[in-house]
């Protein structure tokens, strides 16, 4: 079972910023969180991780709680090419031996 | 830089008929792989991963197998497919960090 919640749907302007909520209120002191996507039909996309520091790449922003138990990625400038599924996934470890178990996502929709 | 192939792209396949999809990594040595369903409509449920040659762990009790014949192949089969097999089929790999292949889907008439 997924240990995240996440909202099923959430729209966002093109060119504003897109704030995508995951609770995962069970996680552990060794528990990283994961974010990934899914455009239509494709298979789904690496975006960013992080453990208790907040992180930012080329791609994303996240944002992780004092508490851990909530992360918000933050995608800065949204574009109609960000239309996906994300999934927010908390994993054990950078270990490569824990697969992904992947909950339903959010569905973002970036309107013109 | 790493890179990972799925073949076919796209299949239609008869109830009774058997399978074989296929997943390679180049780029890379000893990495772990998985294979991943998604039914139409539906979230990624995890069918089998593998850490090594020969070493396949599987999640799900399905009409499917998989099966690692060298380091940087992972080979997803069924004897006799069943319409509940339809889907997008996902392999990917994983050092640290996850990655996903371009997929496979399968319709079975």
């Known amino acids: 079972d997924a240990k995240t919640t996440q909202p099923p749907s959430m729209d966002c302007a093109e060119g504003r910023a897109a704030n995508l909520p995951c609770n995962h209120s069970?996680?552990?002191?060794?528990?990283?969180v994961y974010w990934y996507r899914q455009i239509h039909s494709q298979g789904p996309q690496y975006i960013i991780h992080?453990?208790?520091n907040n992180e930012t790449n080329e791609m994303a922003s996240l944002i992780i709680t004092e508490d851990r138990k909530s992360s918000t990625l933050i995608l800065p400038h949204a574009t109609l090419r960000d239309t996906a599924v994300y999934y927010c996934?908390?994993?054990?470890?950078?270990?490569?031996?824990?697969?992904?178990?992947f909950g339903k996502g959010t569905r973002l929709s970036v309107i013109a | 830089s790493q890179t990972i192939h799925q073949w076919p792209a796209t299949l239609v396949q008869p109830v009774g008929s058997p399978l074989s999809l296929e997943c390679t990594v180049e780029?890379?040595?000893?990495?772990?792989l998985y294979w991943y369903r998604q039914a139409a409509g539906r979230g990624l449920q995890l069918l089998f991963y593998?850490?090594?040659?020969?070493?396949i762990s599987s999640e799900v009790p399905q009409n499917l197998s998989a099966s690692r014949p060298q380091d940087r192949q992972f080979i997803l089969s069924s004897k006799k497919l069943l319409l509940s097999d339809s889907g997008f089929y996902l392999c990917?790999?994983?050092?640290?960090?996850?990655?996903f292949g371009p997929g496979t889907r399968l319709t079975v008439l």
């Open positions: 990917a790999w994983s050092s640290d960090t996850q990655y």
């Open positions: 069970t996680i552990s002191g060794n528990e990283y």
């Open positions: 992080g453990l208790k």
């Open positions: 996934i908390v994993r054990g470890g950078v270990s490569g031996n824990t697969p992904l178990v």
């Open positions: 780029g890379t040595s000893n990495p772990n």
């Open positions: 593998s850490v090594g040659i020969g070493q």
